[in-house]
């Protein structure tokens, strides 16, 4: 009997206190997760880090608040002092960092809007607390009898971490720095680049493509001036038009970011010619294979700087955040990237990077698996009437610019985005898989990932003009294929779209 079954909304996927992802089983509960309908949103144990504080966190900043005498105040704990000092200037007066806090804090009195620039940012940075530190925090103040207990790596979990990662990219552990996030790999990234850049009188960011949204929003709110400095490039197979662009902008231009293949249309540039030209242009190329993992694309040969979530595929399980910058010792950017980039990074904490290094081993065999997962369910999904269009790493526009770079003729990820004939409510409510933000994990998942990601695109008619105009269909299904057999995977697709 399969083990695929509804997840009831609001439980954490999986069910610990440190997962990544959480149940929100219908259409209903989608949307009023984004309209923060009180319904819904009270039975959410958890959520996504970047996007909902984590219950650790409110629980250790209630803590810190009683300690501080400021009951009634907002607080938001930060990955370090220096990301706090960071934030603190971003939000501005009256926001100030908790002086003597027992962890990197910056309190305001309440105000919805003071909180909303705070969580936005903590969010695009990826500079929030880990939930492991504030566990662990709750603990020696005596909120907690114990840690949730889990297995952690026993040796050198760093030296495991960066050796494992090293060598899925074909490099030296030096070259590899961690990020307690992948969101703050790029923003680190980022801010290296610009600073190298700037100096020569390079300030312009250009994104390829349609890319994951809160890259767009470093694009879109940390260049230096975004009306000038934040440029489009919307079409990633349109190398010419880049050129162009290149030339028009005569020397202006900084860097690239392109995700290699796109979230969530799985599409994929012609790398070695994207960065060709880049190389040829002065400019900087910031790729982040992400989607399908470097197990499964070679992409530092034909990248700068390289930016990968951790979370996914690496952190199988589901249950840790972390993120690594990954430099190409090749790229005459190197030296003084290498220079620059640690300082842009923020600390990872311990106790995460043992939970990972416990996982990251069996990376190569959960790959394997999903891969070959995924060629079933797209051979499925491809035949069945109902399905209006599907995208995955092997879609026709971009096949041929895959393989040029894909490890193996198997090597396809576990992404497929795909739309169905019908109201999109009757088939996500009825499909017996596990609904949820995230991908790369052991355990399938599944979202409207339009809704989840841009539902102010979605709910205008202003927005859906955008998604149009870039090839997104607002009801665009991201399902992430995981280790469960594949027949039980398809079988549960099968009786939705029934």
């Known amino acids: 009997m399969s083990s695929l079954k509804h997840i009831p909304l609001g439980q954490r996927i999986p069910d610990r206190l440190h997962a990544v992802s959480c149940s929100l089983p219908t259409m209903r509960a989608v949307v009023g997760y984004e309209e923060k309908h009180a319904e819904i949103t009270s039975q959410l144990t958890?959520?996504?880090?970047?996007?909902?504080?984590?219950?650790?966190?409110?629980?250790?900043?209630?803590?810190?608040?009683?300690?501080?005498g400021l009951a009634g105040h907002d607080i938001w704990l930060a990955s370090s002092a220096a990301a706090a000092r960071a934030l603190a200037d971003h939000v501005g007066a009256p926001a100030r960092v908790l002086d003597g806090a027992a962890l990197p804090a910056v309190v305001h009195p309440a105000d919805e809007g003071l909180s909303t620039k705070a969580k936005k940012y903590l969010q695009h940075t990826g500079t929030f607390l880990s939930s492991r530190e504030a566990e662990d925090h709750l603990v020696r103040a005596g909120r907690l009898r114990a840690a949730?207990?889990?297995?952690?790596?026993?040796?050198?979990?760093?030296?495991?971490?960066?050796g494992r990662v090293a060598g899925f990219y074909g490099t030296t552990p030096d070259n590899v720095l961690l990020a307690p996030t992948g969101m703050n790999a790029i923003h680190g990234a980022l801010r290296a680049g610009a600073s190298i850049q700037r100096a020569a009188g390079r300030t312009k960011w250009v994104q390829l493509g349609w890319l994951y949204l809160d890259t767009i929003a470093l694009l879109e709110k940390f260049?230096?001036?975004?009306?000038?400095?934040?440029?489009?490039?919307?079409?990633?197979?349109?190398?010419?038009?880049?050129?162009?662009?290149?030339?028009r902008e005569a020397g202006r231009v900084a860097g690239v970011v392109a995700e290699v293949p796109t979230n969530p249309l799985i599409q994929t540039p012609d790398l070695p010619a994207l960065h060709a030209l880049c190389r040829e242009h002065g400019v900087i190329l910031v790729v982040d294979p992400t989607?399908?993992?470097?197990?499964?694309?070679?992409?530092?040969?034909?990248?700068?700087?390289?930016?990968?979530?951790?979370?996914?595929?690496?952190?199988?399980?589901?249950?840790?955040?972390?993120?690594?910058?990954?430099?190409?010792?090749?790229?005459?950017f190197a030296p003084a990237l290498r220079a620059v980039l640690a300082g842009c990074l923020e600390p990872v904490y311990p106790r995460d990077l043992a939970r990972l290094a416990a996982q990251i081993g069996d990376t190569p065999r959960v790959i394997a698996t999903i891969n070959r997962n995924t060629a079933a369910?797209?051979?499925?999904?491809?035949?069945?009437?109902?399905?209006?269009?599907?995208?995955?790493?092997?879609?026709?526009?971009?096949?041929?610019?895959?393989?040029?770079?894909?490890?193996?003729?198997?090597?396809?990820?576990?992404?497929?985005?795909?739309?169905?004939?019908?109201?999109?409510?009757?088939?996500?409510?009825?499909?017996r898989l596990p609904k949820g933000p995230s991908f790369g994990l052991k355990s399938s998942l599944i979202c409207p990932f339009i809704y989840l990601a841009h539902y102010d695109l979605v709910t205008s008619d202003d927005g859906r003009a955008v998604l149009a105009a870039n090839g997104i269909d607002p009801d665009l299904l991201r399902l992430s294929v995981g280790c469960e057999p594949a027949d039980d995977i398809i079988a549960a697709l099968a009786e939705a779209l029934d």
């Open 377 to 431: 369910v797209v051979a499925f999904l491809e035949k069945h009437p109902r399905v209006t269009s599907l995208h995955w790493a092997l879609h026709p526009e971009s096949r041929d610019n895959y393989q040029r770079i894909a490890r193996s003729p198997q090597s396809v990820g576990s992404m497929i985005s795909f739309t169905v004939d019908g109201p999109l409510a009757g088939f996500y409510d009825r499909l």
């Open 46 to 68: 958890s959520g996504y880090p970047r996007f909902v504080v984590h219950p650790l966190l409110r629980a250790a900043g209630e803590q810190l608040l009683a300690a501080a």
């Open 291 to 332: 989607i399908t993992s470097p197990l499964n694309v070679d992409v530092l040969p034909h990248a700068d700087l390289v930016v990968n979530s951790l979370t996914k595929y690496t952190a199988s399980e589901g249950d840790v955040i972390l993120g690594a910058a990954i430099l190409n010792p090749a790229s005459p």
């Open 223 to 247: 260049t230096a001036a975004t009306a000038d400095d934040y440029l489009h490039h919307d079409d990633v197979f349109d190398l010419d038009g880049l050129r162009a662009l290149f030339e």
């Open 148 to 162: 949730e207990h889990e297995v952690l790596f026993a040796g050198d979990a760093r030296a495991e971490v960066l």
